[in-house]
């Protein structure tokens, strides 16, 4: 029996092979899986999120923001994970990075509950 490839096979396979590389500090290599994998599938969302944390890790705060901005854009949710990634933590004190956290935190309003506090019936 010939034991499985190791190859990965897919968008998705490429992805996690690419943070994994990412994780190493091996960033060239994670860069690369993540262009062939935009490549084939361009707004697969959280390649472009992954570029993006490449990109603060190497440094490069620009390439970063736009990553990440492209990223919120085709998934929302990478917005929550980006607030707390410590991955991302040097791109904080980018003014940059800021500006795009704020401009998209949903705005908070009051709730109202008819005048009437919720305890008293």
Known sequence: MKPPDPTPQNADERVY???????????????????????????????????????????????????????????????GQARRDPDLDRLRQDEGFRQLLDSLTPIRRERRTGGRSRTSR
């Not at 992954?50 to 085709?74: C, K, S, Y």
């Open 17 to 79: 092979a690419a943070t994994l590389a990412i994780n190493d500090a091996r960033y060239d290599d994670g860069v690369a899986q993540l262009e062939a994998v935009l490549r084939e599938v361009p707004n697969h969302d959280y390649a472009r999120y992954m570029l993006g944390v490449a990109e603060a890790q190497r440094g490069n705060a620009r390439a970063a923001i736009e990553h990440l901005r492209r990223a919120f854009e085709l998934n929302s949710e990478n917005l």
